[in-house]
């Protein structure tokens, strides 16, 4: 199993599927199943029922996003806005305490032009 590299309030964009090229914000990510759920993409229609409780449910159809498999997003590179694979840079900080031992820093950057995400 890979490494999930996309996270919560990523910009992506869909690689592939019927949606492919639109972008949007990662609203949730689903490790167990490599999902996420972006904003405005794989749009579904759900029929829901009234439920019995005084007015909390109305029923009828409503319409939200379902989740897409993370093959078929990439993160969207912050200076050019096109897709990019996302690579970990890993630096070695000093403490601010004084102490001789330094602190492991990963940072996620975007391979296309080097910015940090």
Do not use: C, F, W
Request: hydrophobic share 30%; no cysteine; charged share 30%.
């Amino acid at each position: 199993m890979a490494k999930i590299k996309i996270k919560k309030n990523d910009l992506v964009q869909v690689i592939a599927g019927k949606d492919k090229g639109l972008q949007g914000r990662v609203i949730a990510v689903y490790t167990e199943t490599d999902r996420v759920l972006v904003e405005g993409v794989n749009r579904i229609t759900k029929h829901t029922r009234a439920s019995g409780q005084r007015g909390v449910n109305t029923g009828g159809i409503q319409v939200q996003e379902a989740p897409i498999h993370i093959s078929n997003v990439m993160v969207v590179d912050p200076e050019t806005k096109t897709p990019t694979r996302v690579r970990t840079r890993v630096e070695e900080v000093e403490r601010d305490n004084g102490s001789d031992r330094s602190k492991t820093v990963r940072t996620r950057v975007a391979v296309r032009s080097g910015k940090d995400l």
